[in-house]
Structures are given as C-alpha cells and as structure tokens.
C-alpha cells in the first residue's frame, strides 16, 4: 500500500513560481511511475505531467510545456512539480497519483493511488 501527501500549494500572483511536493509512504513507490493532475472547479480532474519509476522519461500536457518541471527524488520518496510562470489559468486543485507500473501512463484511470490533493490559486 502507498499514501500519498502533497504539499506547497497557496495563492500567488500571475507570473510567480512555485513548487508542489507529493511524498510517499510505501517501499515499492521507487518503483512506480507517478503523475500530476489537476482539477479546476467545476471541470474534469486532467493529466499535468507524469515521470516513469526512475525519472528518465516524463511527459507534459501541452498548456505546461516549458513552464512546468515534474522530478522525483527516490532517496526522499518525493516527487516534485516546479510551475514556473504561472496564470490564473492554472488554479485548480492538484493531485499526485501513483501507478503500480514502470512505464510513464496519461490516463487518470492507470493510476492506483491518489492524494488529497493541493490548491493552487493564481491570481492576476
């Protein structure tokens, strides 16, 4: 079993940074592949980005390319997403989620555990 808690959200200003963490409980995380989502109120929870079991291969959804940053740290088991120049376009609840698998998976419904999820609130 894995328990997964994220961590950093708040509310900034339009064009700030800032760093969300999701740490895990569970000896096998290292060897999971793990991905953010994130859900606006009112929409459906969407793939973020995701990062395969040993953080070679990561993937983003096109309206982060370039801004945001998913690494992991398996030392820590930690995972990070760092979002850079950030909009109110990007306020919405994020969660991390752990797959049982190595390969990096998109689809919300590959994942096997979730956290409680963070808020981010960008303000213009």
């Known amino acids: 079993q894995v328990q997964l808690v994220e961590s950093g959200g708040g509310s900034v200003l339009a064009g700030d940074s800032l760093r969300v963490s999701c740490a895990a409980s569970?000896?096998?995380?290292?060897?999971?592949?793990v991905g953010w989502f994130r859900q606006a109120p009112g929409k459906e929870r969407d793939f973020v980005a995701g990062?395969?079991?040993?953080?070679?291969?990561?993937q983003y959804a096109d309206s982060v390319k370039g801004r945001f940053t998913i690494s992991r740290d398996s030392a820590k088991s930690t995972v990070y997403l760092q979002m850079n120049s950030l909009g109110p376009e990007d306020t919405a609840d994020y969660y991390c989620?752990?797959?049982?698998?190595?390969?990096?998976?998109?689809?919300?419904?590959?994942?096997?555990?979730w956290g409680q999820g963070t808020r981010v609130t960008v303000s213009s």
């Open positions: 989620a752990a797959a049982r698998r190595f390969q990096l998976v998109t689809s919300l419904r590959e994942y096997d555990y």
């Open positions: 569970g000896r096998t995380f290292s060897s999971y592949a």
């Open positions: 990062i395969d079991w040993s953080g070679g291969r990561k």
